[in-house]
Structures are given as C-alpha cells and as structure tokens.
C-alpha cells in the first residue's frame, strides 16, 4: 500500500448517526473526511473509496470513527484495541 492509499485514523470512538430510512449514505473509510463518519471527497486521489449505506429504517446507528472495523461501515468496538480505553 502506498503512502497515499493510508488509512487516516479520524477519531478513537464511535460516531452516532441518525439514519433516515430509505436514504443513501456514504461512510468515510480512508478517514481524510472533514464530516466524519460521513465522506466530504477528501479520498480523492488516495486511492482509496467511501461504502455506501441505505437506511432500512428511520433510526440511531453507530459508524465507526477510527475505521478499523470488520463490519464497515459499523462499529464492531475496533477502537478499543487503539488503546483508548473506551
């Protein structure tokens, strides 16, 4: 992996996000996104893509902030293993 393609570790918690049922979003997963969890383009030439989600439902969701999840675009508790504890 190149130095471009480097995911960012944004935040060291999770993100919770109210999801609107039936809408698209699109999650952050290089970590260079000023809206975190949510993409702004910042990605662009690095490489590296946001996933994209559609709400079943109207509801709170917990995004991963640090995007070291195996559920992406969830949080699986990933964070915890960075070491801060929460």
Known sequence: MTDSAEVKIPRTTPCVVMVEAGKSYSWCACGRSAT???????????????????????????FCGCKQTRQPPFCDGSHKALGNGW
């Open 36 to 62: 975190q969890p949510l993409c702004d383009g910042a990605h662009k030439g690095s490489g590296l893509s946001p996933l994209r989600y559609t709400a079943e439902k109207t509801e709170w969701l917990w």
